[in-house]
C-alpha cells in the first residue's frame, strides 16, 4: 500500500470543506471507523482503509442535487489532494453496478478492498437506522438484533442488502460482519451521536 499524502486530520478538514452538512459527516465518520475495523480484522493497512471510508463520498456534498455526477468530481478533488491512482480507483469502485451513476453502472468489483468498502460504507446505514430506533443508542445493539433488521426489508428499506452480502466474497459471514462493524461504530458513538 502507498504512503497516504495527508493526514488524517487534514482529510477531515478536507471533507468538512465540501461537505457541511452534519448528517454526511456522521456517515463518512461511521465508513472510516467501519472500514478500520475490516482493516484491523483481516490484516490489511488500517490507516490506508479508514482513509478510503473517511473519504469516498468526497463529492456528494456538491454532486448530491444532480446524483448522476456523484464520484465524477471526486478523482480531480483527490488528485489535487495528492492521492495515487489506486486510491481513487478504489474510492471509484464503491459506485460500480449502480444505475443512478450512469458512467460506472457496467463496471465490477473484483477487488477485497472494493467489497469492504462498499458493504462496509453500506452497512452503515442499516446500523444508524437501528440505533436511532433504539433510541439513539449503539450500546447494547448486537449482531443478532441487526441481522433481524437485515432480514426485514420494509426496515430502511432503501439500503441494499445485496451490497452488504458482498462481504461474503471475502471471507467474512454476515454475523461477523455485523459484530465486527457494530463494534467499529460503538469506539466512535460519542462523535456519531448514538451514546
Do not use: C
Not at 31 to 49: C, F, I, K, N, T
Not at 169 to 181: Q, R
Request: aromatic content about 8%; glycine content about 8%; overall charge negative.
Amino acid at each position: 500500500m502507498s504512503n497516504l499524502p495527508v493526514s488524517r486530520q487534514q482529510a477531515l478538514e478536507f471533507v468538512k470543506k465540501y461537505n457541511p452538512e452534519q448528517a454526511d459527516l456522521v456517515h463518512y465518520l461511521e465508513s472510516e471507523a467501519v472500514m478500520r475495523g475490516l482493516a484491523e480484522h483481516l490484516g490489511e493497512d488500517v490507516e490506508y482503509w479508514g482513509m478510503l471510508g473517511l473519504l469516498h463520498d468526497i463529492d456528494w456534498g456538491v454532486t448530491k442535487e444532480n446524483v448522476s455526477t456523484h464520484l465524477t468530481k471526486m478523482p480531480e478533488m483527490l488528485k489535487k489532494a495528492g492521492f495515487d491512482d489506486e486510491f481513487i480507483q478504489n474510492i471509484l469502485s464503491h459506485g460500480y453496478g449502480f444505475e443512478e451513476l450512469p458512467h460506472l453502472k457496467d463496471k465490477q468489483r473484483t477487488k477485497k478492498i472494493h467489497h469492504a468498502l462498499s458493504a462496509g460504507e453500506t452497512i452503515t446505514g442499516l446500523i444508524h437506522a437501528y440505533a436511532l430506533m433504539r433510541g439513539k443508542k449503539i450500546g447494547g445493539m448486537d449482531a443478532k438484533g441487526l441481522m433481524k433488521k437485515f432480514k426485514d426489508k420494509t426496515f430502511a428499506a432503501k439500503i441494499d442488502r445485496e451490497v452488504i452480502r458482498e462481504i461474503e466474497k471475502i471471507g467474512l459471514n454476515l454475523d461477523e460482519f455485523f459484530e465486527i462493524t457494530i463494534n467499529s461504530i460503538k469506539k466512535i458513538a460519542k462523535e456519531v451521536g448514538l451514546e
